[in-house]
Antibody, heavy 124, light 107 residues
Framework: QLQLQESGPGLVKPSETLSLTCTVSGGSISSSSYYWGWIRQPPGKGLEWIGSIYYSGSTYYNPSLKSRVTISVDTSKNQFSLKLSSVTAADTAVYYC????????????????WGQGTMVTVSS | EIVLTQSPGTLSLSPGERATLSCRAS???????LAWYQQKPGQAPRLLIY???SRATGIPDRFSGSGSGTDFTLTISRLEPEDFAVYYC????????FGQGTKVEIK
């Protein structure tokens, strides 16, 4: 059964770079035709798509975050990663990694399989 | 950017009642690329509906989705105790975005 697990620091200082990794188990990132996504949710607020990546490295980003976001993939480790630069308190959120449902994946997708999420707080 | 507006903000109902949740888009959602999620406190969202009306794997048939263009609806035919949660719609026909959520609470 496919599982996703986010990992990374729970506290990041303002102006620094937030870095998270999603480890995929129970399946291979590179053997399936999916875009793998990052979504975040500030405390008590709604969901925001950050971006998605294909195993080949092709990416799609939320235009509102594009200037600060880099998503990369490491197929040898079965992981994909998120970097968000110049963070502020507004970037405090639970960060989720996720995969679309079986079938066609375009980079603009719904998400069926989610990690449990990891809380990242931006504070000095 | 397509903006999704969900209504009502809160729906107060009793178990066994029918719930009707609305999601309105500021522009037409291409190919009905509209999804619905359920989220409970401390949990990741759970995909219920994608493609406006297709149930995700394992989702009970009391959940149904309908609509096209700019107006979409999630219907829960008979509320079970475990259905009280927050529900989000999401469009993914263009750069994905989510609605602000509808909370279904016990009356």
């Amino acid at each position: 059964q496919l599982q996703l697990q986010e990992s990374g620091p729970g506290l990041v200082k303002p102006s620094e770079t937030l870095s998270l990794t999603c480890t995929v188990s129970g399946g291979s990132i590179s053997s399936s035709s999916y875009y793998w996504g990052w979504i975040r949710q500030p405390p008590g607020k709604g969901l925001e798509w950050i971006g998605s990546i294909y195993y080949s490295g092709s990416t799609y980003y939320n235009p509102s975050l594009k200037s600060r976001v880099t998503i990369s993939v490491d197929t040898s480790k079965n992981q994909f990663s998120l970097k968000l630069s110049s963070v502020t308190a507004a970037d405090t959120a639970v960060y989720y990694c996720a995969r679309p449902p079986s079938g066609y994946s375009s980079g603009y997708d719904a998400f069926d399989i989610w990690g449990q999420g990891t809380m990242v707080t931006v504070s000095s | 950017e397509i903006v999704l507006t969900q209504s009502p903000g809160t729906l107060s109902l009793s178990p066994g009642e029918r719930a009707t949740l609305s999601c309105r888009a500021s522009q037409s959602v291409s190919s009905s690329y509209l999804a619905w999620y359920q989220q409970k406190p401390g949990q990741a969202p759970r995909l219920l509906i994608y493609g406006a009306s297709s149930r995700a794997t394992g989702i009970p048939d009391r959940f149904s989705g309908s609509g096209s263009g700019t107006d979409f609806t999630l219907t829960i035919s008979r509320l079970e105790p475990e259905d009280f949660a927050v529900y989000y719609c999401q469009q993914y026909g263009s750069s994905p975005g989510f609605g602000q959520g509808t909370k279904v609470e016990i009356k």
